[in-house]
């Protein structure tokens, strides 16, 4: 994709001037230096923390309903702040513990560095740049990390791809780098506050993660993707893996948007792991019992032109039919937390395959396998159990959840799929496919988002 300025090279210098004029206009005001990112992804309901001061000299600042008062914090200096029993209490370095009453302590970096470690109970370290206030609402700690908008990105960048990524994959980080900015950009239109969370924004996780990708931030400083037309920014969305194949946003959202398409995508085929194929296995009972049904006997799957399933019809046993879409299914056995495996139902472009209860005995080894299973096959568990390895089918609860102590009386579903999440926008395993083939970052954002123009938004 060429920048802006280097697709009219033969315009009058009038129409330039006026163009970049109302460009300055459009985008410039709509960002401050700094955002403010609202901790709740490790952070969330937290009913102690501590607050170390690791680099820099702070400022610590205790605002009331009447006045605040301001204490110098330096480095080694620390604060926790907790339940104290009918009020919060917190304590400054060696002090002891003292109620607290006051609305916002506020930890203000004094100067162009400084860093801080964030800590729980529960075993959450979180090293984070700029400054911090510290809020007690709902009996819980809420915490607002502000920081540079450019050391925001680098702790954005590596765990939403990868460090690991910048040998040969650099290109592709400096693709994430651009949509990130772009969606931080977007997101802070209106307001200057972001969260931390995957589920809600993008993953950040401070300088725990900063590495070898702040050079795909550094490399790209300042640049957006912005509708080619109205040179606002776009909403620049991007998925793990698209399993092959780009997704609309209003199949998704409802919500049209000219900058997405929904075509195959080669270069996400065969990358990527669990994250491209990946298999779900459910008993009967336990897929019905998560919507209110009895033990599911048929599922019908309404799918989409790229594979992904719009609507899902379930019955159960006495005759009860529920649908649901795509990713309801999914959010409903979404592993959420946990690891990726191959064994995860990551997103919604799947097939379903109902085992009847009969067939269910054998190994799921020899399912996998294909191997024909007679429909009036007799059942020799001794033989079974020395012919096949594995566990038998009938005693899934499912993927997640293990087995049960008996085998069950019910059907057993696979759900076998693609990709890793909505499928709209770039898909990061792909971009890293495009940038082990040699293609540019600026091509991979041209690949995935549609009629939308690269420009510098700041310096």
């Known amino acids: 994709m060429l920048p ?25 005001p709509c960002q401050a230096k700094e955002i403010e990112v609202e901790l709740v992804w490790k952070f969330k309901g937290a009913g102690w923390v501590k607050i170390q001061i690791e680099q820099g000299n702070y400022l610590l600042k205790e605002v009331n ?42 930890l203000m970096r004094q100067g ?35 920081v540079d908008q450019e050391d925001y990105l680098k702790g954005v960048v590596p765990i939403e791809m990868s460090n690991s990524w910048a040998g040969d994959g650099l290109e592709a980080l400096k693709a994430q780098a651009v949509a990130a900015r772009t969606y931080m950009v977007r997101k802070t239109q209106n307001t200057t506050r972001i969260t931390d969370s995957p589920d809600y924004d993008q993953a950040y996780l401070g300088r725990n993660v900063e590495g070898s990708a702040g050079r795909a931030v550094e490399s790209t400083r300042g640049e957006i993707l912005v509708d080619s037309i109205t040179y606002q920014a776009i909403d620049a969305l991007y998925s793990s893996h698209n399993g092959g194949y780009m997704e ?16 195959p995508d080669p270069f996400s085929a065969g990358i990527g792991g669990p994250a491209d194929r990946w298999r779900f296995i459910v008993g009967a009972d336990v897929l019905g019992k998560a919507f209110e049904l009895g033990p599911i006997a048929k599922i019908e799957l309404d799918k989409l032109p790229s594979g992904r399933i719009k609507k899902v019809s379930m019955q159960d046993i006495y005759g009860k039919l529920v649908s649901v879409s795509g990713r309801a299914l999914v959010q409903k056995f979404y592993p959420y937390g946990q690891p990726i495996t191959s064994q995860a139902f990551l997103g ?22 294909g191997m024909p299973i007679p429909l009036n096959a007799t059942i020799d568990s001794q033989k079974i159990k020395t012919r096949y390895s594995g566990p038998r089918l009938s005693r899934i609860l499912s993927s997640s959840q293990g087995i049960r102590d008996f085998p069950a009386t019910y059907d057993v579903f696979i759900f076998n799929g693609r990709g890793w999440g909505h499928g709209v926008g770039m898909s990061q395993w792909g971009a890293y496919h495009m940038a082990q083939r040699g293609y540019t970052y600026r091509e991979i954002l041209d690949f995935y988002y549609q009629q939308t123009d690269l420009i510098k938004f700041y310096l």
Not at 348 to 369: G, T, Y
């Open 65 to 106: 309903k009447d006045a605040s008062t301001s204490t110098a914090f330096p480095a080694g200096s620390s604060l926790e702040l907790t339940w104290g029993g009918w009020s919060p209490a917190f304590k400054k370095n060696y002090d002891a513990f003292m109620i607290w009453n006051g609305k916002e302590i506020k």
């Open 348 to 369: 919604n472009m799947f097939s379903a395959q109902r085992i009847p209860n009969h067939e269910a005995v054998f190994s799921l080894d020899q399912r996998v396998k």
């Open 4 to 28: 802006f300025s280097s697709r009219w090279p033969f315009r009058g210098l009038v129409f330039a001037f006026f163009f970049i004029a109302t460009l300055m206009i459009q985008v410039s």
């Open 248 to 263: 609309l946003a209003e199949n998704v959202w409802n919500n049209p948007d000219p900058h997405f398409a929904s075509q």
């Open 112 to 146: 162009e560095y400084g860093s801080f470690l964030v800590q729980t109970p529960d075993g959450q370290r979180v090293s984070y740049r700029g400054s911090l206030s510290l809020r007690w609402e709902d009996g819980n700690c809420k915490l607002i990390n502000r």
